[in-house]
Every structure is written in structure tokens, then in C-alpha cells.
T-cell receptor
């Protein structure tokens, strides 16, 4: 069964550094999402992306965050200047068909630790 | 936007017994309710979902019920097994916007 993949699995960075998290969606999926999960807490929506532009973003997704799909395959989340509170697990999710009733499939996550 | 409340936060049951996890939601327009299982350090995995045109859905030992009038939905696991131990999240669409709003999760512990 096709799966969403993410790299790296773990990333340790210094506060103020830029990080790029990568996601390879399920083939033919066109709707992409980033979520984060702070340790021991619930999964929180960050941003949705379709047709090479952001569809929706939450209040968490401030100017430090950006997303793009640079090569038609990878879907990336960039954090420009990381803060301690950015430490979390970041999940990519993809969806094959439009609409809020369609299933989202999650990647294995990237555990980001900001020191 | 949608607000999802989930109870209990921790549930401990004896192996073989049933477990029930409950969620409420705020947006009456929501019509899709997935349940995800997350094992320690792993991705959330969809285990069952329900759409508002039905009141109950079953898949082997797992069932989900939906009460649209009361705006709540529940996950039922029967004949629990050790491998059912995990954190379970309910979710609902973000009030007409993209993405999902998740509950805070239930840590299900199956006692041998």
C-alpha cells in the first residue's frame, strides 16, 4: 500500500537556524497538509496546500514558516529562524480527492529538536 | 472554527473487555469524523471513519457511532488485545476550512 514518506526522521538544530522538512506524497495525491504535535499533546493543523499555493493556514503558521513543492514531488516545510518552542513532531499528510470528507494519510513524521 | 473535546484522557481496561472513547464537536455542519491510532513514536493511522449519512459503522472489533443531534461520536473497541494499547485521536473537519481539528487524545492501556 502506498505511503507518505518524510525526511529526515530526526533533526536537531540550534535556535535561529533554518530547517527544511521534506515530504513525498502518495502518488496522484494533490492535497497536502502539515501538522505538528508537541510532545504529549494533540496534533495541530498548520497549513494546507493545493495547486502550488496555500489554501488555509492556522494561527501557528506565522511568517517564520513557508511551504512549497519545488520539483513536483517533494512537499517541503521551511522554518526560517527556529525557536525553542518549534520543537515538536511535524507530520505531513496527503489527500487524494478534494473536500473535508476525504481521508488524510499521514507520514511517519520528523522529530525536530531546537536547542 | 471546529472545537473537538475528547474523553477520557486515559483509559485502562482488562484484556478482553470493551473500551469506549467519546468525542464531541461544535460545528453542526461537520459531516466526517475519523479516528486515528498512534503508537509511541509512530504516525497517526486511520482506523475507522464515519460520515454523517450513517449512525454507525463497524470494522471487525472496532465500531464508531455518531449522534448528529447531540454532536458526539464514539469509538468502541470490543475484545481488547494488548496490541490495542496506543493513543487514540478523534478528529473533525476544521469548520468548513481545510485540515482536521483533533481531540486531545486518549491513552488506552490494555491490562493483561
Amino acid at each position: 500500500e502506498p505511503e507518505v514518506t518524510q525526511t529526515p526522521s530526526h533533526q536537531v538544530t540550534q535556535m535561529g537556524q533554518e530547517v527544511i522538512l521534506r515530504c513525498v506524497p502518495i502518488s496522484n495525491h494533490l492535497y497536502f497538509y502539515w501538522y505538528r504535535q508537541i510532545l504529549g499533546q494533540k496534533v495541530e493543523f498548520l497549513v494546507s496546500f493545493y495547486n502550488n499555493e496555500i489554501s488555509e493556514k492556522s494561527e501557528i503558521f506565522d511568517d517564520q514558516f513557508s511551504v512549497e513543492r519545488p520539483d513536483g514531488s517533494n512537499f517541503t516545510l521551511k522554518i526560517r529562524s527556529t525557536k525553542l518552542e518549534d520543537s515538536a513532531m511535524y507530520f505531513c499528510a496527503t489527500q487524494g480527492d478534494p473536500g473535508p470528507e476525504e481521508t488524510q494519510y499521514f507520514g511517519p513524521g520528523t522529530r525536530l529538536l531546537v536547542l | 472554527g471546529e472545537n473537538v473535546e475528547q474523553h477520557p484522557s486515559t483509559l485502562s481496561v482488562q484484556e478482553g473487555d470493551s473500551a469506549v472513547i467519546k468525542c464531541t464537536y461544535s460545528d453542526s455542519a461537520s459531516n466526517y469524523f475519523p479516528w486515528y491510532k498512534q503508537e509511541l513514536g509512530k504516525r497517526p493511522q486511520l482506523i475507522i471513519d464515519i460520515r454523517s449519512n450513517v449512525g454507525e459503522k463497524k470494522d471487525q472489533r472496532i465500531a464508531v457511532t455518531l449522534n448528529k443531534t447531540a454532536k458526539h461520536f464514539s469509538l468502541h473497541i470490543t475484545e481488547t488485545q494488548p496490541e490495542d494499547s496506543a493513543v487514540y485521536f478523534c478528529a473533525a473537519p476544521r469548520g468548513g476550512a481545510d485540515g482536521l481539528t483533533f481531540g486531545k487524545g486518549t491513552h488506552l492501556i490494555i491490562q493483561p
